[in-house]
């Protein structure tokens, strides 16, 4: 099944759609374990060019099992994704992000890169995400209160990198 858009009100419609039947606290998120949080291109600051790297998600576990129809999800790029998130600045966002990094899914560069695509009406969204990458010497269970990252698993960026950076 395919459903498609043609105006910014469908569009936001379809994502609140979506939020109320998998949504947090939905019958989805208590069944599956995690929720879907329906969204239209106004809620967050993504990076020029997102559209071009979606990820399909289609396999086993997005099939009707009566129908057989495999559905396929449409999601961010991983980098994409943490932009949006440290452009929204909340903590969760911050730990999602850390995760990330700490499992090696995103890059510091990565994301540094990404920012110089968004749209300079977001500026001081991305200083303040730039900052937060960037910056040198903290750890991120100072970012998180609460959040234990063991130091193996957390480099900070080498110092010719962070000059070369923080000098732009």
Known sequence: MWVRAETDEEIRAHAAALTGVAGEWSLFDETHGFHIDGVDAATA??????????????NDQTENVATGVRFTGWCLDPHDLCVAKLCAHRDKDRAFVLALIRHGLVSP???????????SDHSQQVEAARRWILEEGR??????????????????????????????
């Open 139 to 168: 750890r991120p269970t100072d970012i998180v209160p609460g959040l234990v990252v063991p130091d193996e698993f957390f480099e900070p960026l080498p110092s010719e990198e962070l000059e070369a950076w923080e000098g732009r």
């Open 109 to 119: 560069e990565g994301l540094l890169e990404r920012l110089d695509a968004v749209h």
């Open 45 to 58: 600051i993504l990076p020029r060019g997102w559209e071009t790297r979606l990820v399909a998600v289609a």
